[in-house]
């Protein structure tokens, strides 16, 4: 059965350093999206992505987010200078269509900042 | 904004007995979806069952169902015959019909910890 997948499982960076998020999402599907976790704390939306552009992003998706789509395959989440309170656990997740379709989520990527 | 509450963060189950974990949710919208999502130690997050809240019947995947009490906001889930394999976080979504215009994004509960006691 296919999955999303990230990469890596787990980074630990300093604060003020750039990191990228990998995700390669299921190969038919055309909406992506990523969520975090806050150790203790809900699933909370941070962007949502379609046809190459945002199509909705919440209050936390800041200037310091973004997101690409640089080929057929990879959804990345770029971090441009890691603050404390970025840590949390970030997941991908895509569906085929927007509406009905149930969202698929990757395993998640730990984002430890020291 | 719509809410989701999952107001039990763990519950545990005997080998093969039924337990249910619950839900409520705000919303002023009539149409939506609710959805159970199971993440085991392993961390995937896995879809355990869907309902489309203008269908009246409750869904239901093999050992699993749900109670969908849309005048009372509640979405409960069942699980029969619980397996030691559904150890695990189960979160409670809630997503808007785009139909109405609404987000497309998850909006999660906490989460409630289930722990199955062989």
């Known amino acids: 059965e296919p999955e999303v997948t990230q990469t890596p499982s787990h980074q630990v960076t300093q604060m003020g350093q750039e990191v990228i998020l990998r995700c390669v999402p299921i190969s038919n599907h055309l909406y992506f999206y990523w969520y975090r976790q806050i150790l203790g704390q809900k699933v909370e939306f941070l962007v949502s992505?379609?046809?190459?552009?945002?199509?909705?992003k919440s209050e936390i998706f800041d200037d310091q987010f973004s997101v690409e789509r640089p080929d057929g395959s990879n959804f990345t989440l770029k971090i441009r200078s890691t603050k404390l309170e970025d840590s949390a656990m970030y997941f991908c997740?895509?569906?085929?269509?927007?509406?009905?379709?149930?969202?698929?989520f990757g395993p998640g990527t730990r984002l430890t900042v020291l | 904004a719509q809410t989701v509450t999952q107001s039990q963060p763990e519950m545990s189950v005997q080998e093969a007995e039924t337990v249910t974990l619950s839900c409520t949710y705000d919303t002023s919208e009539s149409d939506y979806y609710l959805f159970w999502y199971k993440q085991p130690p392993s961390r995937q997050m896995i879809l355990v069952i869907r309902?489309?809240?203008?269908?009246?019947q409750n869904a239901t995947e093999n050992r699993f169902s749900v109670n969908f009490q849309k005048a009372a906001k509640s979405f409960s889930l069942k699980i029969s015959d619980s397996q030691l394999g559904d150890a695990a976080m189960y979160f409670c979504a809630y997503r808007s019909s785009l139909t109405q215009g609404g987000s497309e994004k998850l909006v999660f509960g906490k989460g409630t910890k289930l722990t199955v006691n062989p």
């Open positions: 992505f379609y046809n190459n552009e945002i199509s909705e």
């Open positions: 309902q489309e809240a203008y269908k009246q």
């Open positions: 997740a895509s569906s085929a269509t927007s509406g009905r379709d149930t969202q698929y």
